[in-house]
């Protein structure tokens, strides 16, 4: 079993709707990150979080750590929002950081 | 800023050669990562540097995978001698302070064909 696992693998969705990601983990961490792949490969790091919730524009972020599980949120969602989304977490005990296999993400106009 | 620069863009070479890769991070970063992205095993950390120094190495393959760091704003990952299955985009990224994960800077990557 992956120590980080993503829900959905993939993900079809008309614009406007609201889109969630899921992330588990089984390992103790220190913080999780999201980033956002862009179908061109680009990378952009979205939110590091260690608690609670934070959102950027139509983006939102939370993070549970006694369920070992967050959630990267879109609002609104747009066919630019099309992308793979992925997460990784920061261990605690060896700092090791691992990764989510990524949710592709495609939002129909 | 410019961002991350790496360099080549795009690489193809045979098996056997060697291959080095370049990343110049953001200026006054002092966190650099290389990471490795592969259909099969999606992204990977490989190494991680903090102060030019090497932190982290445990992701690196194999002996004929070598990173350094010789100074703040340059380093280098060499493949010697490369194999096809070394075949992956190379992304570089730089960060600052306050922890491994803290909101990291991407460079556009390097596509590594390796015939």
């Known amino acids: 079993k992956n120590e980080v696992e993503q829900s959905p693998q993939n993900l079809t969705a008309q614009e406007g709707e609201f889109i969630t990601i899921n992330c588990s983990y089984s390992v103790g961490i220190s913080a999780l990150h999201w980033l956002q792949q862009h179908p061109g490969g680009g990378i952009v790091s979205l939110f590091m979080?260690?608690?609670g919730k934070k959102k950027h524009g139509r983006l939102i972020a939370t993070i549970n750590i006694q369920e070992k599980h967050s959630s990267l949120h879109i609002t609104a969602s747009h066919p630019r929002d099309s992308a793979v989304y992925i997460c990784a977490v920061l261990m605690n005990r060896d700092d090791k950081i691992i990764f989510g296999k990524g949710t592709r993400l495609h939002i129909l106009p | 800023d410019a961002g991350v620069i790496q360099s080549p863009r795009h690489e193809v070479t045979e098996m056997g050669q060697e291959v080095t890769l370049r990343c110049k991070p953001i200026s006054g970063h002092d966190y650099l990562f290389w990471y490795r992205q592969t259909m099969m095993r999606g992204l990977e950390l490989l190494i991680y540097f903090n102060n030019n120094v090497p932190i982290d190495d445990s992701g690196m393959p194999e002996d004929r995978f070598s990173a350094k760091m010789p100074n703040a704003s340059f380093s280098t990952l060499k493949i010697q001698p490369s194999e096809p299955r070394d075949s992956a985009v190379y992304f570089c990224?730089?960060?600052?302070?306050?922890?491994?994960?803290?909101?990291?800077?991407f460079g556009p990557g390097t596509r590594l064909t390796v015939l």
């Open positions: 979080l260690s608690s």
């Open positions: 990224a730089s960060g600052l302070s306050g922890g491994a994960v803290d909101t990291q800077y």
